[in-house]
């Protein structure tokens, strides 16, 4: 299984642009790398997955370089109920042993 | 569709007692998992099964039992609740969305507390 590594924590202010970078060194060919949002007592969220280059849906953009050793999820404008913890995941597609790290730990001031 | 469900929402039990999670997915999913979450912690995979009839241990699976009991249904089974399981246990299943990737889904999560 592929180890992802993220910072523990970000801060930043409403309307800015966000940027969560994830490292996974020993991506597989065949992994996919997806990201989860979630809030206090609830469970995570699916948000974006990828496999190369850069994915757009309407919440947030995933860049992948080339070499897939790392991974950044970006979060447009960014408001207070932003305020969340924030997974990257590493896996097979079809998923079979999905492993959440640590996360990021997001927290949007006014 | 409700989704992925699970009950019971919150359960207390002294130690040595026994109970078992449910879980159901009315999402046709393949994929079924049971992960818990410790206060401030990420999520720690307890086991998954891949497909009806199959079950493959997670990062933590020692005190826990699972039971693919069909398609639809996947039960967590604490057999001696020890302190040390006190958690908030959340069921996921995965599949494949209109966006053409794999989301999993979670349920909203049952809260254990084991004295």
């Known amino acids: 299984l592929a180890k992802t590594t993220q910072p523990i924590s970000m801060d930043s202010y409403e309307g800015q642009e966000v940027n969560i970078t994830c490292s996974h060194n020993n991506i597989a060919t065949n992994d996919y790398i997806t990201w989860y949002q979630q809030f206090p007592s609830q469970g995570p969220r699916f948000i974006i997955q990828?496999?190369?280059t850069k994915v757009t849906n309407e919440v947030a953009s995933l860049f992948i370089p080339a070499d897939r050793k790392s991974s950044t999820l970006s979060l447009p404008r960014v408001s207070l109920s932003d305020t969340a913890v924030y997974y990257c995941l590493v896996g097979l597609k079809p998923p079979n042993d999905m492993r959440f790290g640590a996360g990021t730990r997001l927290t949007v001031k006014p | 569709n409700a989704g992925v469900t699970q009950t019971p929402k919150f359960q207390v039990l002294k130690t040595g007692q026994s109970m078992t999670l449910q879980c159901a997915q009315d999402?046709?999913?393949?994929?079924m998992y049971w992960y818990r979450q410790d206060p401030g912690m990420g999520l720690r995979l307890i086991y998954y099964?891949?497909?009806?009839?199959?079950?493959d241990k997670g990062e933590v699976p020692n005190g826990y039992n699972v039971s693919r009991l069909n398609k639809r249904e996947f039960s967590l089974r604490l057999e001696s609740a020890a302190p040390s399981q006190t958690s908030v246990y959340f069921c996921a299943s995965t599949g494949l969305s209109l966006n053409t990737v794999y989301e999993q889904y979670f349920g909203p999560g049952t809260r254990l507390t084991v004295t």
């Open positions: 099964s891949a497909s009806e009839g199959t079950t």
């Open positions: 999402m046709n999913h393949n994929s």
């Open positions: 990828g496999y190369k």
